[in-house]
């Protein structure tokens, strides 16, 4: 029998979905960012690397608080050298380098499960409130949110390998 009434196809429109999303996350993370602060103790470890010459100085001078993660101090040293004493620039650099990680994960769950579920994990998970690793404290975030973003990369890579049975990708 003929379906006489024809219901609209609702395209999925990732621009549009995208341009939500960035503005969600700017109302999200904007006054996190203007109006944060950072921990008075983490400012002052900061500051005390500020007048190491080389990186390698940096990076020997924050190896005994990491000595059993030796990565860690890497993101640290880029910071300092980046960002210098200005808070906002750790808050903004830890906000964008833990929504990148989420996305990277989005897209491993809209592979498993779908774009609706997706687009809700995603929504869920970068609320601030969730999501606080981002605006207590910069070394610990920069630590963090380095982590998270390795991991997530390193799953979207295992679940690129799973789709493509690629050995690179694993």
């Known amino acids: 029998m003929l379906n006489l009434i024809q219901r609209p196809k609702v395209k999925y429109r990732p621009l549009v979905i995208g341009g939500l ?34 990186f390698i100085d ?10 059993n993660r ?12 980046a960002f210098g004493m200005h808070f906002w620039m750790y808050l903004a650099f830890n906000a964008a380098v833990f929504l990148v990680a989420l996305g990277i994960l989005a897209i491993v769950v809209r592979r498993v499960l779908g774009n609706l579920p997706e687009l ?11 999501a ?15 982590s998270f973003l390795l991991w997530s990369l390193a799953l979207l890579s295992l679940s690129q390998y799973c789709k493509a049975q690629r050995i690179v990708f694993y």
């Not at 904007?30 to 921990?39: T, V």
């Open 21 to 54: 999303l960035l503005l969600y996350c700017a109302m999200m993370y904007a006054p996190l960012i203007w109006q944060g602060g950072i921990i008075v103790d983490d400012w002052g470890d900061l500051g005390q690397n500020l007048d190491c010459g080389t």
């Open 58 to 67: 940096c990076y020997r001078s924050w190896f005994p608080l990491f000595a």
């Open 70 to 81: 030796p990565l860690a101090p890497i993101a640290l040293v880029f910071s300092t050298f």
């Open 120 to 130: 809700g994990f995603f929504l869920l998970a970068s609320v601030p409130i969730i």
């Open 132 to 146: 606080m690793p981002i605006v207590v404290s910069p070394i610990n975030c920069l630590v963090n949110n380095s």
